[in-house]
């Protein structure tokens, strides 16, 4: 018989739900992992005479899955939650947020907030997330060094902001950034049009031929409201939909947040460029945006992922709460209580997300020669009981404080609710002094 086979970690859970094979719920399993890949899932009796670990951790009441992906978000605006609530969209953007970033944002804003948006995600268990914000060369250096997989959009708009002076200097800075992160494993670089009614279409089709070149994702709030449909149909004539079209903006490497306005037109036009939604339900909620229909979009071979948008519009960064917003939502808005059953909405936060991004390869579902990239919940608190059902009882009750560990590509960015990359008594303190001016 040969010698065990030495590797760097094995994780034994009492259940591991890898996301792929489908609706796939392994019991007193175990995952093998070695310089940050995943090398195995298999029975535990068979992984302690196969592997000589360096280390061994004993799961026994916790479930393991993918660690989840954050699709959308504003990692700054975190210092600015709570700031202006309940308040429609464009009232909100117009009155409330772009005079407050117009007077606080700055590229230590944006560190410390984008900091701070990454405990939060680290604590409820996202792995990977989409950020697009003002100095994102703050962002992907935050991300770099605490470890995080992340795809940082640079943002892009018509009008001058704190961090540039138009769409020329926008993308001038972006590019730079792209060359900076071209060879990072962690840290992926992408295109941030703001949305339709803040680019023209002069900067939208240089970034539709610098996307395909470079091969590298446009991230854009798109169909969010009625009254963006309405307003672009009587300046340019047509859905915006059918203007980023036209521009050559809709392809595999686009990414359209919220998409809560769907007709036939919208709905042929994803399907036929490849292009992914990304759902935001309690942001979209917060703001009476309107309901993005999840299952009709499934139903026609649509990617859709998840994101939960930034603090300030939320109010938090929890995908386990936005799971069970997007489950429920989906079957109120279809008439279907079968809509978007748990494991479904299970990928939609992992694999799905992973695939909007171009990261299916290696993140997002707990398979051989995939990064390490794992997120354990524990079952065992009185609140999870009696418990028949690991992800039903992972997607409806609201369980994002009970993560335990998490960690990507192997390398441990929580244990024991103690984060490892990141310094929470800090990161309190400096929140807790932005409030102070920010809210003078």
């Keep these: 018989m040969s010698a065990p086979e030495t590797i760097n970690l094995l994780i034994k859970a009492r259940w591991i739900v890898p996301v792929i094979p489908e609706n796939k719920i392994f019991e007193d399993c175990a995952l093998a992992i070695d310089k940050g890949v ?23 009441n916790h479930v ?70 003002f100095f994102p060369e703050q962002a992907a250096q935050a991300a770099q060094q605490a470890h995080m997989r992340a795809q940082i959009n640079f943002p892009i708009l018509d009008f001058p902001t704190a961090w540039g002076s138009g769409p020329e200097d926008y993308l001038h800075k972006g590019l730079a950034l792209h060359d900076d992160f071209r060879a990072s494993p962690l840290v992926r670089i992408g295109f941030g049009p703001h949305a339709p009614y803040t680019v023209s279409d002069e900067p939208l089709e240089k970034i539709a031929v610098l996307s395909q070149e470079l091969d590298a994702p446009v991230h854009i709030h798109l169909h ?65 945006s309107g309901f993005c229909p999840v299952q009709k979009l499934i139903d026609a071979g649509i990617n859709v992922a998840l994101g939960t948008d930034g603090a300030a519009s939320n109010n938090d960064l929890d995908m386990f709460s936005e799971m069970q917003s997007a489950a429920l939502l989906a079957k109120a808005v279809s008439g279907q209580a079968d809509a978007l059953n748990a494991h479904r909405a299970l990928r939609m936060a992992t694999l799905d997300g992973a695939k909007a991004l171009g990261l299916e390869e290696t993140t997002g579902s707990l398979e051989v020669g995939k990064a390490a990239d794992i997120t354990a919940v524990d079952l065992s608190a009185l609140d999870m009981q009696p418990l028949y059902n690991p992800v039903s009882q992972l997607v409806y009750t609201n369980c994002g404080h009970r993560i335990s560990h998490v960690w990507v590509g192997g390398k441990a960015l929580m244990l024991s609710r103690q984060l490892q990359t990141l310094n929470e008594r800090e990161l309190i303190g400096k929140a807790r002094w932005w409030r102070k001016q920010i809210g003078r």
């Design 38 to 60: 995943i090398l195995a899932l298999l029975p535990q009796e068979e992984a302690e005479k196969r592997y000589a670990p360096a280390q061994t951790l004993n799961l026994g």
């Design 64 to 133: 393991l899955i993918p660690g989840l992906v954050n699709a959308h978000g504003h990692a700054g605006m975190s210092l600015l939650r709570g700031y202006a609530d309940d308040i429609p969209l464009m009232q909100w953007l117009n009155d409330h947020i772009w005079p407050a970033e117009g007077q606080w944002v700055s590229d230590q804003m944006v560190r410390d907030g984008t900091e701070l948006a990454m405990a939060e995600m680290i604590r409820s268990g996202t792995t990977c997330f989409s950020d697009m914000y």
């Design 224 to 288: 969010e409201t009625a009254q963006e449909i309405a307003d672009s149909e009587q300046q340019y004539g047509k859905r915006p939909s059918v203007r980023l079209l036209e521009l050559g903006l809709m392809s595999p490497l686009t990414q359209c947040v919220h998409m809560t306005q769907v007709n036939d037109t919208d709905l042929a036009l994803l399907e036929q460029t490849g292009a992914h939604v990304i759902h935001c339900p309690q942001s979209n909620l917060k703001l009476a």
